[in-house]
């Protein structure tokens, strides 16, 4: 336990503050959904290898938003602590125009701490990812290797035979947002810096950022759920999940001599997550 009050006590002090005070906007709730397979091979005692697809629908489960193709390993380094890492492919659907976007590469790796008493199990995951854009993008708005940091506390009730409910909390820290140094002019409604008295909204290139080195909680995460073991080999996994969004969003102009907006966009996503399990 002192472990666990250790590590998460370190994960809220990781809240530092931009140099330019963003604009909010509040976003509309809505809901969606997940669909996960997963096969788990046991390799030898404690390492296991692992396959899995996810499908997600987003916009009140109106449309089909991207495949998840993952590929995973771990090792039960102690009772208490295992390791793992692993790669996924994700290829996000464009309902506008019918079509498969660039896909972008992830690769984490992580750690996680457990702790047993009675028929509760506590266990704190710590993971640190990076994903790869792929595509044509604006370099003054995102870097093409995305940084974060997703720490999880989970509680797990063991004492129902089949049945395992548990309850999650996770943070999402991001490591290397843009940072932003220009200013708000709230009379105008724009954003620029001063040049002495004068007050402009254009310059060189890059004149406002500051680079990517911004970090910042942008997601909170909670989880409800319950796994269902159906035989020795195959669990049910039924889960509903709630995240708060925070993330900060640059719009620049693509050869960075405008800024047109620095916005903390804020709002409720709800899932239904239900995810299948065998082990070969």
Same mark, same amino acid.
């Given at each position: ?6 590590? $998460? ?23 969606? /959904? ?43 380094? $102690? ?38 008493? /009675? ?7 710590? +993971? ?31 004492? $129902?035979? +089949? ?25 105008? /409604? ?41 035989? +020795? +080999? ?24 405008? $800024? ?21």
């Amino acid at each position: 336990m002192k472990y666990i009050s250790v590590i $998460l006590a370190a994960t809220l002090a990781l809240l530092p503050v931009g140099a330019a005070a963003q604009t909010e906007e509040s976003l509309d709730p809505e809901v969606g /959904g997940r669909v996960a397979v997963t096969l788990d091979k046991k390799i030898v005692k404690g390492l296991h290898v692992s396959i899995g697809e996810e499908v997600r629908f987003d916009n009140n489960f109106g449309a089909f938003d991207r495949f998840h193709t993952t590929l995973g390993a771990s090792y039960k380094v $102690l009772p208490y602590l295992k390791v793992g890492l692993g790669y996924s492919l994700i290829n996000d659907y464009s309902s506008n125009n019918s079509a498969f976007k660039t896909p972008r590469h992830r690769v984490f790796v992580d750690v996680t701490g457990s702790y047993r008493f /009675g028929d509760w199990t506590v266990s704190l995951r710590e +993971r640190v990812q990076m994903t790869h854009r792929t595509d044509s993008f604006n370099e003054y708005q995102n870097p093409a290797n995305a940084w974060a940091l997703k720490s999880r506390v989970k509680v797990t009730y063991k004492g $129902l035979r +089949r049945w395992e409910p548990y309850v999650s909390f996770e943070i999402r820290n991001t490591f290397n947002a843009p940072t932003v140094s220009a200013v708000y002019n709230e009379a105008s /409604g724009t954003w620029g810096y001063y040049n002495g008295s004068t007050f402009t909204t254009a310059g060189d290139a890059g004149w406002f950022l500051d680079g990517f080195n911004n970090m910042y909680v942008d997601r909170l995460r909670g989880t409800l759920g319950v796994e269902y073991r159906i035989d +020795r +080999r195959s669990k049910l996994d039924v889960s509903l999940m709630v995240d708060y969004n925070m993330e900060k969003s640059v719009d620049a102009n693509a050869k960075g001599t405008k $800024l047109k907006a620095y916005t903390e966009e804020k709002g409720l996503v709800g899932w239904l997550c239900v995810g299948y399990s065998y082990g070969l």
